[in-house]
């Protein structure tokens, strides 16, 4: 079973990341069957922002789901996350994608658009969203 996530600073990515090491174990039926494709993301949506996570990131996250045996590969952040997440789920033949996600208000939403909203429409497999839970 291949699973793709995005991962950057933000709690929601942890959440994310949390959901796969709960599941994707039982998902795959047997956990050597289960590989993660990490996707780097920035942790910001300003364009103006540089499109970067830190390579300790990328490490602490490859450290832990090596001490939980789990397969897994990490990807640095491109230019767009949305095109990334969905070129390697379509590359790697992605059973689920896991992202986190975030509420923004509606003028965010129509600026930037939503990474989330694109992945959700045009992932070619199903895409589960974890949320952190309201103030």
Known sequence: MNIVTAQNERPESRLALDWILANGPQLAGDPTELT??????????????PNYSSFGLGRSIADELEEHNITHTVYPAG?????????????????LVVIGMRRRSATMKLLLGSQVQRVMLDAPCPVVTVKTSPD
Do not use: E, K, R
């Open 36 to 49: 993660v494709h990490v996707v780097l993301a920035a942790g910001t949506d300003s364009p103006a922002s």
């Open 79 to 95: 230019s767009d996350a949305a095109v990334q997440i969905l070129d390697t789920a379509h590359t790697v033949s992605a059973d």
